[in-house]
C-alpha cells in the first residue's frame, strides 16, 4: 500500500513522457504545475461549516440527551461543545499559520514528534476513518433521496449502496476536474442545509415565544462521570470538522489573514445553529420522542410544517451530499500529504497538468470508500477507532506547547495564550480515556486496528533497501499511472 521513495519524480520520466511534460509547462508556465490558492475566506467558512454540519443534527440528536437524562442538561453541553471546538481551532491556527502544509495534524505531529507517530495518525485516518465516514454519508444521502419512493418501508440495501456509488462517482469527477467546481458545490449545498436549519430555528422560536416550554427542565438529569463524558463525547462528535480546513491550507488565498478568520466565523456560527436546532426540536417534541424518533428533524417537520414536511428529507439529502464533498475534498489532500512526506505511494504526490488537482489521491479515496460500501456493517468500524480521532486532536493540540519549547524561533503570525492548549488537552483526555474504560472490548478491537500500522510501517517505509525487482516493479507501476492520469509531480514556476 504504501513505500518508501526510492526513485524522485524525476528519475520517473521516461522519452515518451517528454510531450506530457511540455503540456505541463503550457499549462501553468507562469505558475509551474502545483496546488493553486483558489479558495477565498467564503470558500473556507463554507468547506468548515459544510464538513461539520451532516446529517446527524437533522436526524438523530439523541446520543447527547440520552447520556445528559435533561433537556437542559444536554443544551449545556451542546454549548460547551462548541466552545470547546472553538479552543480547539484557535489552537490549529496557530499551527496552520506556523506549518502551512496540507495535511493538517498528520504534518503538525511530522514536525513535532516524527514520522512513525505521523505515520500512525495517517494510516487509521487515511485506511479506515475517512474513507468509512465518506460511505456512512453516501449511504446516508442514497436513504433520503430514496425514502419518497418508499414512504411505508425502508428502500432496498441494493438500491442504497448503487446511488451511494453513483454519489460518489459524480462528486469525484467534480473534485477531479476543478478545485472552484468543487467549492462552488460545497457553497451551493452549506446554503442549503443552513437554510433548512434556520426554517426549523424560526419555527421553533415561534412555538418558544407562543409559550411551548414545557419540556426545557432538569428533570432526570444525570451525574456519573461517565455518563458526562459520553455526553460530550457525542457532542463533540457532531461538531468533527472544525480542523477540515487546515487540511487544505495550500490552496486558501491570504491563510494567515483567512485561516483564524474563516475558524472563528464558522465555528460560531455551528455552535449557534446547533443550540438553536436543539431548542426548537424541544419546543414541539418531547425527550421521550427525541429519543425515539430515527429522524428527529422528520418528526419536528410533520408536527410544524404541515403539508411542507416533505421538504426536510430533501435538504437532509442535500446536506448530506455536500458532507460528502467536503470530506472527499479534505481527506485526498491527506493522502497527497502523506506521499509527500514519503509513507504514501509517490503516484499521490502527483498534480494532473491541465486540471491542477491531486487527480491521484482523489480516485484513491474515492476506491477505498466504495469498497467499504460494500461491508455489511462499517458502522462498526468507525465506532472501534473513534476515539482515536480525539485522540490525535489532541496530540496535534499537544504539538502547540512542544513546538515552542523545542522550536522557539518558528514564525508564528498567531501566538495562542498556552492556557489554551493545556486546556484542551486536559479535556480531550476525559473525553477520550473515560469512554475508553467503559467499553473496553471495542477499545481494545480499535487499537489493534491502530497498532496494525506498525508492521506496515516496518517494511515499507522503515526498511529502505528493498530489493531492485520490488523498486522497478514500483517504478514501472508509477510510470503507467502517471501517463494514463496525465499527472506529474509538483513543479516550480518557471525561471524568466
Known sequence: MVHSRSTSAEKLKTPEEVPLQGVASGAAEDDGVCLKAKMTLTNGITVIVGSIIGSGIFVSPTGVLKYTGSVNVSLIVWTISGLFSMVGAYCYAELGCMISKSGAD?????????????????????????????????????????????????????????LAVCCIMVLTFINCWDVKWATRVQDTFTYAKLFALFAIIVAGAYMLFTGHTQHFTYDNSKTEVTSIALSFYSGLFAYNGWNYLNFIIEELKDPIKNLPRAIAISCTLVTVVYVATNVAFYTTLSPEEVLGSEAVAVSFANRVFGFMAWTIPVFVAMSTFGAVNGVLLTSSRLFYAGAC????????????????????????????????????????????????????????????????????????????????????????????????????????????MIFSSVPVYLVFIAWKNKPMFFQKFVGALTRLLQKSMMVVGKQAPAKV
Request: aromatic share 12%.
Open 341 to 448: 512526506e514519503g509513507q504514501m505511494p509517490e503516484i499521490l504526490t502527483m498534480i494532473q497538468i491541465s486540471r491542477l488537482t491531486p487527480t491521484p489521491a482523489v480516485l484513491v479515496m474515492a476506491v477505498l470508500s466504495m469498497m467499504y460500501l460494500t461491508v455489511s456493517d462499517i458502522f462498526a468500524l468507525i465506532n472501534y477507532v473513534g476515539f482515536a480521532t480525539w485522540l490525535s486532536i489532541g496530540v496535534s493540540v499537544l504539538c502547540l506547547p512542544v513546538l515552542r519549547w523545542t522550536q522557539p524561533n518558528l514564525a508564528r503570525p498567531i501566538k495562542v495564550n498556552l492556557f489554551w492548549p493545556i486546556l484542551y488537552i486536559v479535556c480531550s483526555l476525559f473525553v477520550t480515556i473515560v469512554p475508553m474504560i467503559a467499553s473496553p472490548v471495542e477499545t481494545g478491537i480499535g487499537c489493534l
Open 106 to 162: 498528520y504534518a503538525y505531529i511530522m514536525e513535532t514528534f516524527g514520522p512513525f507517530m505521523a505515520f500512525m495518525r495517517l494510516w487509521i485516518e487515511c485506511m479506515i476513518v475517512r474513507p468509512c465516514s465518506l460511505a456512512i454519508v453516501a449511504l446516508t444521502f442514497s436513504v433520503y433521496i430514496l425514502k419518497p419512493f418508499f414512504p411505508e418501508c425502508n428502500p432496498p440495501d441494493e438500491s442504497v449502496r448503487m
